[in-house]
């Protein structure tokens, strides 16, 4: 399966394509109401674990050394708003807001074939570094898809936003949760310690902010409808109005459950 393709696919449950909105929206370009929204899921992926269920990825998977810094910490993945309360109350439920997320104000809602359909994002050249340094999927347009299907119509700009992303997994990054993992790299890791690890590295009482997934060789999804038993992606739901105390305990909110079996193997 293309992986462009596979990025694609995964629009049912998040969306992960789409193009038409400018990079630089004029103020007055922005829909009325859309930073009324309650939260953030900030989306992480272990890249070992993606690499080997998401086929075909190219230069995506081009260092799968284990030393290699991307193999031993999360990588990005996105940083999604949820739902506006403006489109809650025009009747938009939530399966119709990740489908088309800021696409929905492209004319007729238009989605384009693939993430590299996007216009190119021209960053800056140190942040361009720094964000391909931790986003190894850019290598496959993923930067392009989550700033034009997850950013735009909310009137940050390129610059503005993904710094704010990273600084977010710097911090997950430097917690015990991601040393936790690291430690048990090719290892076979029962699905409670995990969670204990991030209630314990995060101070709180329980892991509900936190949604692991989980897949399996050649059965890649990104539906929760089966179960998976090699880590691919951590989804941590974050207070829209803390996301800068992060990853203070009251930063966090409860988020969905997530699909991996009772055992996962967190690959190296």
């Known amino acids: 399966m293309n992986i462009l393709r596979v990025i694609k696919a995964s629009v049912l449950s998040l969306g992960l394509v789409g193009v038409g909105l400018s990079s630089s929206l004029a103020a007055a370009d922005v829909p009325q109401g859309m930073q009324n929204f309650n939260h953030y899921t900030f989306a992480v992926m272990w890249h070992p ?12 998977c081009k260092d799968l050394s284990p030393d290699a ?11 999604w708003a949820s739902r506006p309360k403006s489109l809650i109350a025009s009747g938009m439920n939530g399966p119709t807001w990740w489908h088309y997320g800021c696409y929905w104000y492209n004319p007729g809602h ?5 993430s590299c359909a996007n216009p190119a994002l021209n960053l800056p050249a140190a942040l361009h570094v720094r964000l391909y340094a931790n986003m190894p999927m850019a290598n496959i347009c993923l930067d392009r898809h989550e700033y034009y299907k997850h950013v735009a119509c909310f009137g ?5 936003f993904f710094p704010k992303e990273l600084d977010l997994l710097d911090k997950l990054n430097a917690t015990a949760f991601t040393a936790f993992i690291r430690t048990h790299r090719g290892q076979w890791v029962a699905r409670n310690a995990i969670l204990k690890a991030f209630a ?7 892991a509900d902010a936190l949604e692991l997934r989980c897949e399996t060789p050649g059965r890649h999804t990104h539906e929760l409808d089966r179960q998976g ?14 996301i800068n105390a992060f990853p203070a305990p009251d930063s966090l909110e409860k988020g969905r459950k997530g699909n991996c079996a009772e055992k996962i193997h967190i690959l190296n």
């Open 69 to 79: 810094k991307i193999n031993q910490q999360w990588t990005m993945h996105g940083l």
């Open 200 to 206: 314990e590295s995060f101070k709180v009482k329980n």
């Open 229 to 242: 038993n090699i880590l691919t992606q951590a989804w941590i739901t974050i207070h829209k109005d803390k």
């Open 49 to 60: 674990g993606v690499c080997a269920t998401w086929t075909n990825a190219g230069p995506a």
């Open 156 to 160: 940050e700009t390129p610059e503005q």
């Open 110 to 114: 238009t989605l384009p074939k693939d």
